[in-house]
């Protein structure tokens, strides 16, 4: 899905800011001020969410003891661990705003259960910004209870939908990591990363169905310097969507299905959105989702951007439909104008080693527009095949420059 982008994730945060600044009638604090705490909350720079007054079983509203761990834990200096323990404990938005005096880790060996009461919310359910150096770690699971809310989703019908919380947002977030977490059920996108720098995603595990509405498994955007790797996603819309604004990002070993693919995009929806380049996406399998590897634009985008230097390397397919896709005149659910004006320009994309069957028989489709043709595109050992019957392999290409070698002489197209 990929949205939403830069200008509405900017309205959310400034939100989430104001909201910040008046809760619990507590003095606003600048930006460049550690957050208090650590006094004697915490036992030798460990803060275990039950020993401040949390919870287990599901049942009890355990939002203020996490919420005051992470103040105590982010007021310490040093080396800080926030425990959560084994059990279920549920807990309405967090707001773990930095920076931070030490260095914090989340040990999320229990389950977090996001309340399902929307009325408690005013952005996301968890919600960091402005922190260094944070891990967040352990086998536990971030369960976003979205089935009890999916209903009140309505972003299918109009632009200006009210949006739903995201699970795990990291806003302005550096040279941080989330480690063998699984984040289940989210109510919109599962995993946020916005404006940050050297993020490492990695042993991952994200579910929800694959009818569920928006539940992008991990969006970006504004960012640099992602790596996701050895994760597995099955969500019901993009498992992984790199929004404007993001450069050097590395995916490697990712399983995606369901959903709607590895996606970049989409682009053009906003005014001011920046490029997106150097993104490198390498031994990954996506299984039975809609899309394979797929960069989408708006056909009536609002902004003139660039999207290039992407490389896809050692993919497997198995009956994706889709496999690689690049959507210039993208138009969900007929809600944009089809205008044909794009301003996106794509250049200088490599498919190399993308192998395995498609459940439909366009293995390729490169629907580039007439204006901005795409160019630079390159297949090498394009080698897909259509899993049913009576259609052959085809590929079609639109307004697409390129070159391809040792491929299927039916994708050869370029």
Same mark, same amino acid.
């Not at 490492?200 to 991990?218: F, H, L």
């Not at 889709?322 to 089809?338: E, G, H, L």
């Given at each position: ?6 200008a509405?994730?900017?309205a959310?945060?400034l939100?989430?800011l104001?909201?910040?600044a008046h809760?619990g009638?507590?003095a ?7 957050a208090?705490?650590?006094g004697?909350s915490c036992?030798?720079?460990?803060c275990?969410?039950?020993k401040?007054g ?10 203020? #003891?996490?919420q005051?761990?992470?103040t105590?834990a982010c007021g310490g200096?040093g080396?800080?661990?926030?425990m959560?323990?084994k059990g279920?404990?549920l807990v309405?938005?967090?707001n ?9 880790t989340?040990q ?5 259960l #996001?309340?399902?009461?929307l009325?408690q919310y005013k952005?996301?359910?968890i ?6 150096n944070l891990v967040?770690?352990g086998?536990g699971t971030?369960d976003?209870?979205?089935?009890a809310?999916w209903?009140?989703n309505s ?8 949006i739903l919380p995201?699970?795990?947002?990291l806003?302005f977030?550096n040279n941080?990591?989330v480690?063998?977490?699984t984040?289940? /059920?989210?109510?919109?996108f599962h995993?946020n990363?916005f ?5 490492v995603? !990695? ?5 929800a169905p694959g009818?569920?509405?928006n539940?992008d498994g991990i969006h970006?955007?504004?960012s640099s310097?992602v790596?996701?790797t050895?994760?597995v996603i099955g969500?019901?819309d ?11 990002v590395n995916i490697?070993?990712?399983t995606?299905?369901?959903g709607?693919g590895?996606?970049?995009g989409?682009?053009g ?6 490029d997106?380049?150097?993104?490198t ?5 996506l299984k039975k989702?809609?899309?394979g590897?797929?960069i989408?634009a708006y056909?009536? #985008? !609002?902004?003139?951007?660039t999207?290039s230097?992407?490389?896809?390397e050692?993919i497997?397919?198995?009956?994706a439909a ?8 993208y138009?969900? /659910?007929k809600i ?5 004006g794009?301003k996106?320009?794509?250049k200088?994309?490599?498919?190399k080693n993308i ?8 293995a390729?489709?490169?629907?580039c527009?007439?204006?901005?043709p ?5 297949m090498?050992?394009v080698n897909?095949?259509?899993s049913? !019957? ?8 639109? /307004? #697409? !420059?390129?070159?391809a070698t040792g491929?299927l002489?039916?994708?050869?197209c370029l």
């Amino acid at each position: 899905m990929a949205f939403p982008n830069n200008a509405m994730l900017r309205a959310l945060f400034l939100l989430v800011l104001v909201c910040a600044a008046h809760a619990g009638g507590k003095a606003k604090e600048s930006s460049s001020t550690p957050a208090e705490g650590g006094g004697g909350s915490c036992d030798g720079g460990t803060c275990d969410i039950t020993k401040m007054g949390a919870t287990a079983g599901g049942k009890t509203d355990s939002t203020k #003891a996490v919420q005051e761990a992470w103040t105590s834990a982010c007021g310490g200096t040093g080396k800080q661990k926030i425990m959560i323990p084994k059990g279920d404990f549920l807990v309405g938005p967090l707001n773990f705003t930095g920076p931070c005096k030490g260095d914090v880790t989340i040990q999320l060996d229990g389950n977090l259960l #996001a309340s399902t009461d929307l009325s408690q919310y005013k952005a996301n359910w968890i919600e960091i910004m402005r922190v260094e150096n944070l891990v967040i770690t352990g086998k536990g699971t971030l369960d976003g209870q979205g089935p009890a809310v999916w209903s009140k989703n309505s972003c299918a019908k109009k632009y200006d939908c009210k949006i739903l919380p995201n699970s795990l947002v990291l806003d302005f977030v550096n040279n941080s990591e989330v480690s063998g977490i699984t984040l289940l /059920n989210s109510k919109f996108f599962h995993m946020n990363v916005f404006q940050c720098k050297d993020i490492v995603i !990695k042993d991952v595990t994200v579910t929800a169905p694959g009818d569920s509405p928006n539940t992008d498994g991990i969006h970006m955007g504004d960012s640099s310097g992602v790596s996701i790797t050895n994760t597995v996603i099955g969500v019901g819309d993009d498992c992984i969507s790199i929004g404007p604004g993001t450069t050097k990002v590395n995916i490697t070993g990712v399983t995606c299905g369901p959903g709607h693919g590895i996606s970049i995009g989409s682009l053009g929806r906003y005014k001011d959105e920046k490029d997106v380049t150097d993104i490198t996406v390498k031994d990954c399998t996506l299984k039975k989702s809609t899309n394979g590897v797929r960069i989408k634009a708006y056909e009536d #985008a !609002k902004s003139v951007l660039t999207a290039s230097k992407i490389h896809y390397e050692n993919i497997k397919m198995e009956d994706a439909a889709n496999p690689i896709i690049i959507d210039m005149k993208y138009c969900p /659910n007929k809600i944009c104008t089809a205008s044909g004006g794009s301003k996106v320009t794509v250049k200088d994309v490599s498919f190399k080693n993308i192998t395995g069957t498609s459940s439909t028989p366009e293995a390729v489709s490169l629907l580039c527009t007439d204006k901005i043709p795409c160019s630079g595109v390159t297949m090498d050992n394009v080698n897909i095949e259509y899993s049913g !019957k009576n259609n052959k392999t085809m590929a079609v290409c639109k /307004n #697409a !420059k390129g070159s391809a070698t040792g491929c299927l002489k039916e994708l050869a197209c370029l």
